[in-house]
């Protein structure tokens, strides 16, 4: 017998570069937000002056202001993009996606103020919504469903490494030549992806690059496309997409809540003995993160393994969420431990375990719809949890301001269990959707 090709593996590393250069453009801020010059710049200070506890105070509130205008545009962009991506085809959608964070990320190097900075997080945001319905809906059209889980979990490992590269590069950036070209190079690696989208990605059934063997193999589930147009109101009329919604809206704010807030924890959280600043934070952070790709790979692989093993849809991939949501329980530890190294450790087991989640949360828009609406329905659901996040990143600095840290990883370290339940509650079984039959009867 034949054997299948393997050009659809570099199709998963292309979304994983794009996911990583995507990270890094989101991630500079939660780096430069933590330097001195940047500081008072955006509150309209002298350079050099001093920066009382009450301006440090009013800027954490500000902050977390940038962040909601990021989510909310991030939110929009989600249904709308992911609706055009359907519509046009994931590689002009996903183009035009490129093209508009690039141009935010390279104009947030002439911003001079917190009003210009939520103008381009907002806009950086939009276009970044691009991103995982492209992604996920690319999965979708290149692999059977038995290798969907392991295929998401590298692409998703793309977040992490960005976080690394960001958090290696930017702070060495902004101490030598200031915040604004760290802005500005990083915003270019964009171009760079632009011309290596447009010239290396299509579709399968077009590609000059697969072997009549490897679609075989890709066609494998016998998944037939239809040409009939599905309304997008129809889609919320499914319980399956509600689960994804819930599964997207309850804990994708808390790995948002890492990205934009653990600069800041590892720099003035008054429990730990030690606080990191731009010349030491970049090591914890690539212990945390390089974990979280092997969590994002590993879980993505148990859930494609258990399939491989002869279990079911719904027992692979519940299981695999079941345990990624106790491996987060005890992140609220680090919040009051003193010691650097055990915070460093159990951030490394969240975060890892969230990548896993995530990783296995793709796979049910590919598992549960047909791929010709694979990406609206990934808007749907990356809509709600960015909605989620909107509601989080507002109030996280006032929670933070008050109470410090431990409210905020006590909901980190519930939520996934919770979710868990309520998904299980929605959908009993996976089981996919006969798209052009009458739904079964909506959620209440």
């Known amino acids: 017998m034949q054997q299948a090709g393997s050009y659809r593996w570099r199709i998963v590393a292309l979304l994983f570069i794009a996911t990583t250069i995507n990270y890094i453009?989101?991630?500079?801020?939660?780096?430069?937000?933590?330097?001195?010059?940047?500081?008072?710049?955006?509150?309209?200070?002298?350079?050099?002056?001093?920066l009382t506890q009450e301006m440090q105070d009013a800027f954490k509130i500000e902050y977390g202001k940038v962040d909601a205008a990021f989510k909310t545009a991030y939110a929009l962009g989600f249904l709308i993009v992911g609706w055009l991506i359907d519509r046009i085809g994931t590689k002009r959608g996903f183009s035009i996606g490129i093209i508009i964070w690039s141009i935010a990320g390279i104009m947030t190097s002439f911003v001079n103020s917190f009003a210009g900075l939520r103008v381009m997080r907002a806009l950086l945001g939009f276009g970044e919504s691009a991103n995982f319905p492209a992604s996920i809906k690319s999965i979708a059209e290149w692999f059977p469903r038995k290798e969907r889980a392991l295929a998401n979990g590298l692409f998703n490992a793309g977040t992490n490494v960005g976080v690394i590269l960001t958090a290696l590069s930017i702070p060495y950036l902004t101490l030598h030549y200031g915040w604004r070209p760290a802005f500005a190079i990083t915003g270019a690696l964009g171009i760079l992806l632009l011309i290596g989208w447009w010239f290396i990605y299509d579709r399968p059934d077009t590609s000059t690059k697969v072997s009549a063997a490897e679609l075989v193999h890709i066609r494998q589930d016998g998944d037939v496309e239809s040409s009939?147009?599905?309304?997008?109101?129809?889609?919320?009329?499914?319980?399956?997409?509600?689960?994804?919604?819930?599964?997207?809206?309850?804990?994708?704010?808390?790995?948002?809540?890492?990205?934009?807030?653990?600069?800041?924890?590892?720099?003035?959280?008054?429990?730990?003995?030690?606080?990191?600043?731009?010349?030491?934070?970049?090591?914890?952070?690539?212990?945390?993160?390089?974990?979280?790709?092997?969590?994002?790979?590993?879980?993505?692989?148990?859930?494609?393994?258990?399939?491989?093993?002869?279990?079911?849809?719904?027992?692979a991939r519940k299981t695999t969420l079941a345990i990624c949501a106790v491996c987060v329980m005890p992140i609220f530890l680090a919040s009051t431990t003193n010691n650097i190294y055990l915070a460093v450790a159990l951030l490394a087991l969240a975060t890892s375990a969230h990548q896993g989640w995530s990783a296995n949360m793709y796979t049910f828009a590919s598992d549960m719809f047909p791929k010709k609406v694979v990406a609206s329905v990934t808007g749907i659901g990356g809509m709600a949890g960015a909605v989620a996040g909107i509601l989080f990143a507002y109030y996280a600095g006032?929670?933070?301001?008050?109470?410090?840290?431990?409210?905020?990883?006590?909901?980190?370290?519930?939520?996934y269990s919770v979710a868990f339940l309520l998904i299980h509650l929605l959908v009993p079984k996976l089981q996919s959707v006969k798209i052009d039959e009458e739904p079964a009867e909506v959620p209440v």
């Open 25 to 50: 453009d989101r991630q500079v801020l939660s780096f430069t937000m933590i330097d001195d010059d940047f500081r008072r710049q955006m509150l309209g200070l002298a350079p050099g002056a001093i």
């Open 228 to 315: 009939v147009k599905v309304p997008w109101l129809k889609l919320l009329t499914y319980r399956q997409t509600w689960a994804f919604v819930v599964g997207k809206f309850m804990t994708d704010p808390i790995w948002w809540f890492y990205l934009s807030w653990l600069p800041d924890f590892f720099n003035s959280n008054e429990a730990l003995d030690q606080k990191l600043d731009l010349k030491n934070i970049g090591i914890p952070f690539l212990v945390i993160y390089i974990v979280s790709d092997v969590g994002s790979v590993f879980f993505g692989w148990l859930s494609s393994q258990f399939l491989k093993w002869g279990w079911s849809l719904n027992r």
């Open 398 to 415: 006032i929670i933070r301001v008050t109470f410090g840290y431990l409210p905020l990883f006590l909901i980190a370290a519930t939520t």
